[in-house]
């Protein structure tokens, strides 16, 4: 198995511009969340799918966050507008029906400039 | 909500034996997750407790105390790959929230 892949790895982008992350989690995981990683707030979740259905977005900071999941095997975080306190590292993880033993992707590592 | 503390920094000699521990308060509560991850890189599980007691994988383990709200993570027969931050996590549902992490630095 692949394991979870994000695109893009690394992404630069200039304050004010939309930015959209995606994530294929592993087939057969039907839950997908979405984690954001920063030396001042460690890693927070975000939001989480279950079987595409999102359960819980409180953790989206405001309504410049928005992530939809279309169907099992993709999903996408988008930031509209973006602004430099928003660089950080974004991960998307997936579990097949457990509370444990989440698989992670490799990250996204935004920075707005 | 959920609140976890664990040590910032831990450092020790090849060979060695490390302990960190984490203490937690939390609304709810399926059990205690330990997840280490590289620098750069992405966390990966290590192991999970939901019941009190030692779990072992290799040279990793893990305890929990449910009434004292408390679990560590022992690593054994320490490496130079096991330079990397530790985080416990909790689960009281499907939202696990993870502590600040410790960053465990293996020195020759």
């Known amino acids: 198995d692949a394991g979870v892949i994000q695109s893009p790895r690394h992404e630069v982008t200039e304050m004010g511009q939309e930015v959209t992350l995606r994530c294929k989690p592993i087939?057969?995981?039907?839950?997908l969340f979405w984690y954001r990683q920063t030396m001042m707030r460690g890693l927070e979740l975000l939001i989480y799918?279950?079987?595409?259905?999102?359960?819980?977005d409180s953790g989206m900071p405001e309504d410049r966050f928005s992530a939809k999941m279309p169907n099992a095997s993709f999903s996408t975080l988008k930031i509209q507008p973006s602004e430099p306190r928003d660089s950080a590292v974004y991960f998307c993880?997936?579990?097949?029906?457990?509370?444990?033993?989440?698989?992670f992707g490799s990250g996204t590592r935004l920075t707005v400039v | 909500g959920q609140s976890l503390e664990q040590p910032s920094e831990v450092t020790a000699v090849e060979g060695a034996i490390v302990q960190i521990n984490c203490t937690y308060q939390?609304?709810?509560?399926?059990?205690l997750s330990w997840y280490q991850q590289h620098d750069g890189g992405a966390p990966t599980f290590l192991s999970y407790?939901?019941?009190?007691g030692l779990e072992e994988t290799g040279r990793f383990s893990s305890f929990l105390s449910r009434s004292d709200s408390y679990g560590y993570l022992l690593l054994q027969e320490l490496q130079m790959k096991d330079s990397a931050s530790y985080f416990c996590?909790?689960?009281?549902?499907?939202?696990?929230?993870f502590g600040a992490g410790t960053t465990v630095t293996v020195r020759a």
């Open positions: 799918f279950n079987n595409n259905v999102p359960i819980d």
């Open positions: 407790n939901a019941l009190d």
């Open positions: 087939s057969g995981h039907d839950y």
């Open positions: 993880a997936s579990s097949k029906g457990q509370v444990y033993g989440y698989t």
């Open positions: 939390t609304s709810g509560f399926y059990g």
């Open positions: 996590a909790v689960s009281p549902d499907y939202k696990l929230s």
